[in-house]
């Protein structure tokens, strides 16, 4: 087998009394694009928050590259090489969009809590910032408060943000909810390209997306990988046909 | 450097006015205004970079103001004593050096969290440390204080201290190189993530930021800063109590800070010189000056949160557009209404406190030179009618002005196309 990115063995995630992730595995294969799909409820965000160390787990392992990272503070999986975006979109309102790229890069590129440097005269800094505005096609709107961006291109600034840091391992949850179909298109396009030779793992509700941009899926049902597979193996899986994707949405 | 030859021209102004005021307001008492108000423009900037940048309501600021004070006046009794062997000019260093210290520790124990737990935290580190005034007279004075003489042999410059003017020139070089660092601060990365963490910490954390680091050091550079500002208090009063540590000058560089307005990097320069101006001139015209201090305190809260500066800079377009002339006759209006309505106030206010806090009340009272008995219905009909008519006015300039901005905004809006 090829090399795991990440590695869940046995997680458990309780909220009280309620068990909200019961012994879940997962592998997630160096360079894969995964994505994770199950009904409402089945705890992919939580998923997510245990991973990223936004959420302490309540047992089990979770490793990244070979390295335990299970409940490191969020910064450290962070400087380890994980990024994340969020279901609702998480960028810094106030500051221009060319400025929340500038951050994204300022600790991998090793400024970090830096107060002796000037960021505008960083050059090799500022070139980066552009070219990632480049990417997720956001020049033009380099100087305008990142809060008054449009929904869809909000998410693809924190896009921005969660590949800045030349994370290997990318978590988007729900990338491209509440966007248009044409909206939805683009996004998928400036995904697989930010993704390229870096391993993703998607949470999605959109089934074309899933379909159009995975590898490989796993079915998230009452806090179980109940199945991880190639798409077309899914789409064929009785078993998860009937737990969550329904005879008419295929 | 090449930011600062590009700014040259602002940072030149700003050098001319510190060298040229003393001139044009060369009294005693204005020279003393000016030194304080000095000291005041680096305390308050200092906090503005927990407030404002750092997004931290810190109510225990002046502990590293005051902490600041007492080593430096140590250090000058020292330097004095020929045992510390650094000229006075530099003596603010060692209060910045002690906020920094002690900052480092104090920020790491609150910044955790910021909000309400930061908040509360800095309020109890405040009372702590005030407390232990009383508990260390060794290092705080007891209640007297400690002093010092500042005419001391060791120093760079030619100036032996005697004289104020001299003082104020060393505050003045301290608040110019103060304010630029603090400017250049905030465009490190350390300042622009001071920024981030304060509008989303959880993004920045997944940029590799630890949030209470980046709160820390941020805190215990504007402790830093606020210590140097607690020196040169040192310097200018020679003297410095307990209560230099405690609530109530926290209190006063908050609300400094936020009338001068916290989202812009020149609004507590305002703040400080205009609080500061207000404080010792208005003491000398009223009893009641701290109670018209809150009343602009709350009204800045309620009306313009973005304070003095945020006011400002809200005009820059319409500036911008040479459209300011279409907004002044409605601001004069209601503004001259908001004058009334204050005078009927204030008059309200006065003959309240002539009533409960003057040795005589039965003697007549006076306001603007016109004498009168503070019992005689007079006076309260003509400040309630004052206030009601001023009312009436402002109510209808408000409209007025929002009127004017929607054509301003308009023009604005055509001029464009």
């Known amino acids: 087998m090829s090399a795991l990115a990440l590695k869940l063995r046995n997680v458990r995630k309780n909220f009280g009394s309620s068990s909200i992730i019961n012994g879940l595995n997962l592998d997630v294969i160096k360079g894969e694009r995964q994505a994770i799909i199950g009904p409402n409820g089945a705890g992919k965000s939580t998923l997510f928050n245990l991973i990223s160390g936004f959420y302490q787990v309540s047992g089990g392992t979770i490793e990244m590259n070979g390295h335990n990272i299970t409940n490191l503070a969020t910064f450290r999986i962070n400087r380890s090489g994980l990024s994340r975006s969020f279901q609702v979109t998480n960028i810094f309102p106030q500051m221009t969009v060319f400025e929340n790229i500038r951050c994204g890069l300022l600790w991998s590129m090793g400024y970090k809590y830096s107060f002796w440097h000037l960021c505008n005269q960083v050059r090799h800094l500022n070139e980066k910032a552009e070219e990632i505005l480049e990417r997720i096609r956001m020049t033009q709107r380099r100087d305008l408060p990142a809060g008054l961006l449009a929904y869809a291109e909000q998410r693809a600034l924190e896009i921005g943000i969660t590949i800045a840091g030349d994370a290997e391992v990318i978590l988007l949850d729900e990338p491209t909810a509440g966007m248009s179909m044409s909206e939805t298109e683009r996004a998928v396009e400036l995904i697989r390209d930010v993704t390229e030779n870096k391993t993703l793992l998607v949470v999605e509700h959109d089934m074309s997306v899933v379909f159009d941009l995975a590898d490989r899926i796993s079915v998230l049902v009452y806090g179980e990988i109940i199945a991880t597979d190639l798409p077309e193996k899914i789409r064929q899986n009785q078993e998860v046909q009937e737990a969550y994707l329904g005879k008419e949405t295929l | ?417």
């Not at chain 2, 044009?24 to 008492?29: E, K, L």
């Not at chain 2, 800095?122 to 010092?148: C, N, Q």
């Not at chain 2, 609530?247 to 812009?264: D, E, F, K, Q, R």
């Open chain 2, 1 to 417: 450097m090449k930011y600062l030859i590009r700014h040259l021209g602002i940072w030149a102004v700003a050098i001319a006015l510190c060298a040229i005021l003393p001139v044009i307001f060369s009294s005693d008492y204005a020279i003393s205004l000016l030194s304080q108000m000095g000291i005041a423009i680096i305390f308050s900037l200092s906090y503005n970079m927990i407030l404002g940048q750092g997004g931290m309501l810190s109510f225990g600021h002046a502990v590293y103001f005051g902490i600041g004070g007492f080593l430096a006046m140590h250090g000058i009794n020292l330097i004095a004593g020929g045992t510390l062997p650094i000229p006075l000019e530099l003596a603010p260093l060692i209060g910045g050096l002690g906020g920094l210290i002690v900052g480092i520790l104090f920020g790491w124990l609150s910044t955790e969290r910021s909000g309400t737990t930061f908040a509360l935290i800095s309020l109890g580190i405040g009372e702590l440390i005030a407390a232990s005034a009383l508990l260390l007279p060794g290092f705080f004075g007891g209640e007297e204080g400690v002093s010092t003489d500042r005419m001391v042999e060791n120093t760079i410059t030619p100036f032996d201290f005697g004289q104020q003017i001299e003082v104020y020139y060393l505050i003045a070089c301290w608040m110019l190189l103060c304010i630029v660092l603090m400017y250049l601060q905030t465009k490190t990365p350390l300042g622009r993530v001071a920024n981030a963490v304060r509008d989303n910490p959880e993004r920045a954390a997944f940029i590799g930021y630890n949030t209470r680091m980046v709160r820390t050091i941020q805190f215990a550079l504007a402790s830093f800063f606020s210590g140097i500002a607690g020196g040169l208090f040192a310097i200018n009063y020679e003297i410095i109590t307990a209560e230099m540590i405690g609530a109530i000058p926290s209190a006063n560089v908050l609300m400094m800070t936020y009338i001068g307005g916290i989202g812009h990097f020149f609004g507590p320069i305002i703040g400080a010189v205009l609080v500061t101006f207000m404080q010792l001139t208005l003491s000398g015209f009223t009893h009641a000056w701290q109670l018209y201090f809150g009343l602009l305190f709350v009204s800045m809260i309620l009306w313009a949160p973005t304070g003095l500066a945020g006011i400002i800079m809200n005009h820059e377009p319409a500036w911008k557009a040479g459209l300011m002339k279409k907004l002044i006759p409605s601001y004069t209006r209601a503004t001259l209404a908001a004058l009334v309505m204050f005078l009927g106030i204030m008059t309200l206010i006065e003959i309240n406190y002539h009533l409960s806090l003057s040795i005589h009340p039965k003697d007549p009272m006076s306001l603007f030179g016109i004498s009168f008995k503070a019992q005689s219905p007079a006076g309260w009909i003509i400040a309630i009618a004052l206030i009601a008519v001023g009312f009436f006015f402002f109510k209808r300039g408000k409209n007025e002005v929002k009127n004017s901005w929607m054509d301003v905004h308009q023009a604005i809006k055509t001029g464009g196309k």
